[in-house]
């Protein structure tokens, strides 16, 4: 019983505390799952991908990366022409995937290896027009985060 009111006081006071850090900040709250962006060589472009979910809706504006000379928003099928916006919709999470959405980076200051970092910073603007820098760090990997996890699972039965 005494571990049991521990815990369920700990859990008080983190949602306590995750509650007052959301109050101090915007009302919007932003999560970016499942960053990773594939494998290419020096000098070359690649793609990055990730979940992206804006809980009062906002856009993506831009995006940076020391990994990159350039950082564009594409549209699906299009191989050339960026975007300058791309809306996130309110309680909806927006894929950038393969063959959706997605963020490519070109001229790469090196080359990137499975199972490297990439730092990504993504400028998000809110409704009323406040700006936002997200830091990101994406798995290279050739593979999203979930086709591994299923091909794991599928090769465990």
């Excluded at 509650?19 to 915007?26: E, I, R, S, V």
């Excluded at 990055?48 to 699906?76: E, H, Q």
Aim: no cysteine; hydrophobic share 45%; proline share 5%.
């Amino acid at each position: 019983m005494r571990n049991l009111r521990s815990h369920s006081g700990r859990i008080a006071l983190i949602s306590g505390l995750l509650l007052g850090l959301l109050a101090q900040h915007a009302s919007a709250l932003f999560i970016v799952n499942q960053p990773w962006v594939r494998p290419a060589q020096r000098l070359q472009a690649t793609e990055a991908y990730m979940n992206l979910t804006s809980s009062d809706g906002a856009t993506l504006v831009g995006a940076v990366s020391a990994a990159a000379g350039s950082v564009a928003i594409r549209a699906p099928g299009k191989t050339t022409g960026n975007l300058a916006r791309l809306p996130l919709p309110a309680q909806r999470v927006v894929a950038l995937a393969p063959g959706q959405y997605h963020l490519v980076l070109g001229h790469l200051a090196r080359t990137l290896k499975v199972g490297d970092r990439v730092p990504l910073t993504l400028t998000i603007e809110a409704a009323d027009g406040a700006r936002q820098d997200i830091a990101v760090s994406a798995d290279v990997r050739l593979h999203s985060p979930i086709d591994d996890e299923m091909r794991a699972h599928h090769h465990a039965h």
